[in-house]
């Protein structure tokens, strides 16, 4: 199975910040990633596909980069909505592989 | 709008079974696979099982299978999961997600379902 690491576990940063979260794969999964937001009670978001792709919706602050094994989301200029729980998951093969999630707080 | 609603959930002695369901609407259900995915309580997200919008193809995790059994009714636009021997460790939110067209993730997720497993 592949393993998705994802880090930091959490984060703490301001409004206006700029942050970004590293997801590693422990083997190449070409560009097939994705990420997701997550708040407590709420279904998770879909945000990014095929590792830098911005879902129809998603405001521009966001986007995600990388390929082969190492990724990151970033946010460009921290809103108040952001502060969430962000995870990767890989869907190169299966079992589809989760991160362990990051928690994004506020400072 | 895409709606995914499941339920099915509830506490549930070791051992014992359960069935979950995901109602869908909004979309044209009999054309997209789907998956269910959980999270254990503190704990991150892990996928469980998908199938082909026919039903044709299913996949498990090694954690749930021969213990779990995905199945779709197109008819009626619903989502299973059979859950047998259930055991702690399966304890968790269920989420059905709705696979995008053509694709491999999910795009769409319910709010999930809590099953707790305690006797």
């Known amino acids: 199975d592949i393993q998705m690491t994802q880090s930091p576990s959490t984060l703490s940063a301001s409004v206006g910040d700029r942050v970004t979260i590293t997801c590693r794969a422990s083997?190449?999964?070409?560009?097939?990633l994705a990420w997701y937001q997550q708040k407590p009670g709420k279904a998770p978001k879909f945000l990014i596909y095929?590792?830098?792709s911005l879902e129809s919706g998603v405001p521009s602050r966001f986007s995600g980069s990388g390929s082969g094994t190492e990724f990151t989301l970033t946010i460009s200029s921290l809103q108040p909505d952001d502060f969430a729980t962000y995870s990767c998951?890989?869907?190169?093969?299966?079992?589809?592989?989760f991160g362990q999630g990051t928690k994004l707080e506020i400072k | 709008q895409v709606q995914l609603v499941e339920s099915g959930g509830g506490v549930v002695q070791p051992g014992r079974s359960l069935r979950l369901s995901c109602a869908a609407s909004?979309?044209?259900?009999?054309?997209?696979?789907m998956h269910w995915v959980r999270q254990a309580p503190g704990k991150g997200l892990e996928w469980v099982s998908v199938?082909?919008?026919?039903?044709?193809?299913?996949y498990y995790a090694d954690s749930v299978k021969g213990r779990f059994t995905i199945s779709r009714d197109n008819s009626k636009n619903t989502l299973y999961l059979q859950m047998n021997s259930v055991r702690a460790e399966d304890t968790a939110v269920y989420h059905c997600?709705?696979?995008?067209?053509?694709?491999?993730?999910?795009?769409?997720w319910g709010l999930g379902t809590l099953v707790t497993v305690s006797s």
């Open positions: 083997q190449s999964i070409n560009i097939w």
């Open positions: 199938t082909s919008s026919d039903g044709s193809v299913k």
């Open positions: 909004g979309f044209s259900f009999s054309n997209f696979g």
């Open positions: 998951q890989q869907y190169n093969s299966y079992p589809y592989t």
């Open positions: 997600a709705r696979i995008r067209y053509s694709k491999s993730y999910p795009d769409y």
């Open positions: 095929d590792a830098s």
